[in-house]
C-alpha cells in the first residue's frame, strides 16, 4: 500500500494532508505534548463524551429520578440505545447487541447460561495466548460446576508463543467439545483470527462459539451475523474510547434468543413487565434479557458521544486508515531501527493484522520508561513487549514517524539505561 512512497517525514505529512479523518483529531483531548499510541489499552477522551456525560449528570440534577422516562436520553432504554449504536461496527442486528456489564461478566453470563455439559459433551476450547480474565472465568465456572479444568479445557497453545495456527484450533474440535472461547484479535502481538471460519468449522461439530472482542471492535470490521457467531462480548473503553472501566458489550444471535438467563437480574426483564416486580421473571426478548442489574449510566454515558463517531465514520474507513498507520509503522522500524535487535511479532500480512504492532526487546520495560519521558505513550507487556497503537480516529503519520525517530535516539544515546528494566505496578 506503501511501496511507491520514501519513508520520511515529508512522506508522513502527505499523508496526513490527504487523510480524509483528519477533522476528528481536534475531536479528542491528549496528554500534554504527548504522542499517544496506547489506544489500544485506554482511548482518549473525546469532547464529545465529555459533552454526554455532562449531560447525563444535568439529567440527574434537573429530573432526579424522572430521568428514567424524561430527557433527550432516559435511562431506562440506555442500554438498549447504546447496543443498537454499537450493532454496525459488529455486523449486527440492533437486537442482537446490548451494553452491560464487564467483559469478565459477559462472559460468565455466556458460559452460565449456554455452556451445558453433559456426560459426552463437556470439553471448552481456548488459546493459550488469551488475556488472562478469559482463563480464570472459563477456570472458575467449570470448577463452579464440580468439573476439573485439567479434564475439561482444551488449550490451543502457540507454536511460536505469539501467533496461533487456525488449523491447531480446527485439531481441537470434536463432538466432545460443547464451546469455543477465542479472541478476535490477540492482545499481544495483535493477530487477527478469521473468525468466519472458525465459526463455521465449530458449527460442523455442533459447538458454539464466543469471541471476545475487546481488542477487535473499533478497529476491524465485524459480520457476525452473516458469519454466524453465537456470542461476543468486549470491553468499550480501548478503540471505542468510552473512559476507564466504561459499561461493557455483549452479543447474542437471535437465534439464542429465548434461553433463560444465567445470571438472571431485574434489568433482564421484559421492559412492559419489569415495574411488576414479580417474583417470576419474564425476560426481554431480545439481548437485553442478558443485563443482570441497574446501568452503570455514568459508566455508559461517554459511549454516546464516541460511538457518534463511528457510526458518522463507518468500520471500512476506520479500517482503511489503521491498516496505513501500523503498515507505514512496520517500515519505518524496518528502516530506522533493524540493528537494535527489535523483533516484530505482529503479522506483516494486512489481513492478519489488527490496530497495533508487538515489539520485542530483551530492554523492553526500560525502552517504555524512557519513551514516555520524551513524550510517546507505549504499553509494555512482560516479560519482554512493547505494544504501539497509532488509532485512526486521532493519531497522525507525522506522530508515527516522530515516534520511531524518537525510539531511534533512545536506542542510538542508550538513555533506556538510566531506567530499571523491570514494569512499574501498572504496565
Same mark, same amino acid.
Given at each position: 500500500?506503501?511501496?511507491?512512497?520514501?519513508?520520511?517525514?515529508? !512522506?508522513?505529512?502527505?499523508?496526513?494532508?490527504?487523510?480524509?479523518?483528519?477533522?476528528?483529531?481536534?475531536?479528542?483531548? /491528549?496528554?500534554?505534548?504527548?504522542?499517544?499510541?496506547?489506544?489500544?489499552?485506554?482511548?482518549?477522551?473525546?469532547?464529545?463524551?465529555?459533552? #454526554?456525560?455532562?449531560?447525563?449528570?444535568?439529567?440527574?440534577?434537573?429530573?432526579?429520578?424522572?430521568?428514567?422516562?424524561?430527557?433527550?436520553?432516559?435511562?431506562?432504554?440506555?442500554?438498549?440505545?447504546?447496543?443498537? &449504536? @454499537?450493532?454496525?461496527?459488529?455486523?449486527?442486528? #440492533?437486537?442482537?447487541?446490548?451494553? !452491560? *456489564?464487564?467483559? @469478565?461478566?459477559?462472559?460468565?453470563?455466556?458460559? @452460565?447460561?449456554?455452556?451445558?455439559?453433559?456426560?459426552?459433551?463437556?470439553?471448552?476450547?481456548?488459546?493459550?495466548?488469551?488475556?488472562?480474565?478469559?482463563?480464570?472465568?472459563?477456570?472458575?465456572?467449570?470448577?463452579?460446576?464440580?468439573?476439573?479444568?485439567?479434564?475439561?479445557?482444551?488449550?490451543?497453545?502457540?507454536?511460536?508463543?505469539?501467533?496461533?495456527?487456525?488449523?491447531?484450533?480446527?485439531?481441537?474440535?470434536?463432538?466432545?467439545?460443547?464451546?469455543?472461547?477465542?479472541?478476535?484479535?490477540?492482545?499481544?502481538?495483535?493477530?487477527?483470527?478469521?473468525?468466519?471460519?472458525? !465459526?463455521?468449522?465449530?458449527?460442523?461439530?455442533?459447538?458454539?462459539?464466543?469471541?471476545?472482542?475487546?481488542?477487535?471492535?473499533?478497529?476491524?470490521?465485524?459480520?457476525?451475523?452473516?458469519? *454466524?457467531?453465537?456470542?461476543? /462480548?468486549?470491553?468499550?473503553?480501548?478503540?471505542?474510547?468510552?473512559?476507564?472501566?466504561?459499561?461493557?458489550?455483549?452479543?447474542?444471535?437471535?437465534?439464542?434468543?429465548?434461553?433463560?438467563?444465567?445470571? =438472571?437480574?431485574? /434489568?433482564?426483564?421484559?421492559?412492559?413487565?419489569?415495574?411488576?416486580?414479580?417474583?417470576?421473571? @419474564?425476560?426481554?426478548?431480545?439481548?437485553?434479557?442478558?443485563?443482570?442489574?441497574?446501568?452503570?449510566?455514568?459508566?455508559? =454515558?461517554?459511549?454516546?458521544?464516541?460511538?457518534? &463517531?463511528?457510526?458518522?465514520?463507518?468500520?471500512?474507513?476506520?479500517?482503511?486508515?489503521?491498516?496505513?498507520?501500523?503498515?507505514?509503522?512496520?517500515?519505518?522500524?524496518?528502516?530506522?531501527?533493524?540493528?537494535? =535487535?527489535?523483533?516484530?511479532?505482529?503479522?506483516?500480512?494486512?489481513?492478519?493484522?489488527?490496530?497495533?504492532?508487538?515489539?520485542?526487546?530483551?530492554?523492553?520495560?526500560?525502552?517504555?520508561?524512557?519513551?514516555?519521558?520524551?513524550?510517546?505513550?507505549?504499553?509494555?507487556?512482560?516479560?519482554? *513487549?512493547?505494544?504501539? =497503537?497509532?488509532?485512526?480516529?486521532?493519531?497522525?503519520?507525522?506522530?508515527?514517524?516522530?515516534?520511531?525517530?524518537?525510539?531511534?535516539?533512545?536506542?542510538?544515546?542508550?538513555?533506556?539505561?538510566? /531506567?530499571?528494566?523491570?514494569?512499574?505496578?501498572?504496565?
Amino acid at each position: 500500500m506503501l511501496n511507491d512512497f520514501p519513508l520520511t517525514r515529508s !512522506t508522513a505529512e502527505k499523508l496526513d494532508e490527504q487523510d480524509e479523518l483528519k477533522k476528528y483529531r481536534q475531536e479528542f483531548y /491528549f496528554p500534554k505534548n504527548s504522542i499517544y499510541f496506547d489506544g489500544n489499552s485506554l482511548g482518549l477522551l473525546s469532547k464529545r463524551s465529555e459533552e #454526554a456525560l455532562l449531560r447525563m449528570l444535568e439529567s440527574w440534577k434537573r429530573f432526579g429520578i424522572d430521568g428514567w422516562t424524561e430527557g433527550d436520553e432516559p435511562w431506562f432504554y440506555l442500554s438498549e440505545r447504546l447496543g443498537e &449504536m @454499537t450493532a454496525s461496527l459488529l455486523g449486527a442486528e #440492533a437486537e442482537e447487541v446490548i451494553a !452491560t *456489564g464487564s467483559t @469478565t461478566i459477559n462472559l460468565h453470563q455466556i458460559l @452460565t447460561t449456554f455452556y451445558k455439559p453433559n456426560s459426552y459433551r463437556n470439553k471448552i476450547v481456548i488459546d493459550g495466548l488469551n488475556f488472562p480474565t478469559d482463563i480464570y472465568a472459563v477456570k472458575s465456572n467449570l470448577m463452579a460446576r464440580g468439573l476439573e479444568p485439567k479434564d475439561h479445557l482444551i488449550r490451543v497453545e502457540s507454536r511460536d508463543g505469539h501467533l496461533l495456527n487456525e488449523e491447531d484450533i480446527m485439531e481441537t474440535f470434536s463432538d466432545e467439545v460443547a464451546m469455543v472461547v477465542l479472541s478476535g484479535v490477540l492482545y499481544r502481538s495483535g493477530q487477527v483470527l478469521d473468525m468466519e471460519y472458525i !465459526t463455521k468449522e465449530a458449527h460442523k461439530h455442533g459447538i458454539l462459539v464466543a469471541f471476545d472482542l475487546c481488542h477487535s471492535i473499533g478497529s476491524v470490521e465485524h459480520e457476525l451475523s452473516n458469519w *454466524g457467531v453465537d456470542f461476543a /462480548f468486549w470491553c468499550t473503553y480501548k478503540h471505542l474510547n468510552g473512559g476507564p472501566g466504561s459499561v461493557g458489550g455483549l452479543y447474542v444471535n437471535k437465534k439464542h434468543f429465548g434461553k433463560s438467563p444465567g445470571l =438472571a437480574g431485574w /434489568f433482564g426483564s421484559k421492559k412492559e413487565k419489569q415495574f411488576d416486580l414479580e417474583h417470576k421473571m @419474564t425476560p426481554a426478548e431480545h439481548a437485553g434479557a442478558y443485563q443482570t442489574g441497574t446501568p452503570q449510566l455514568l459508566s455508559a =454515558a461517554p459511549l454516546l458521544g464516541s460511538l457518534s &463517531m463511528f457510526q458518522e465514520v463507518g468500520m471500512k474507513q476506520i479500517r482503511k486508515k489503521s491498516l496505513l498507520l501500523t503498515e507505514f509503522l512496520l517500515k519505518l522500524i524496518n528502516q530506522e531501527l533493524k540493528k537494535y =535487535a527489535f523483533t516484530n511479532r505482529t503479522p506483516t500480512n494486512p489481513k492478519n493484522r489488527g490496530a497495533h504492532i508487538f515489539l520485542e526487546h530483551e530492554e523492553a520495560a526500560r525502552i517504555c520508561k524512557a519513551l514516555k519521558k520524551q513524550h510517546v505513550i507505549p504499553d509494555y507487556r512482560g516479560p519482554n *513487549g512493547i505494544r504501539l =497503537a497509532p488509532v485512526a480516529l486521532y493519531s497522525t503519520f507525522t506522530e508515527v514517524w516522530e515516534a520511531v525517530q524518537v525510539l531511534k535516539s533512545i536506542m542510538e544515546k542508550e538513555t533506556y539505561k538510566q /531506567f530499571k528494566n523491570e514494569r512499574n505496578v501498572i504496565a
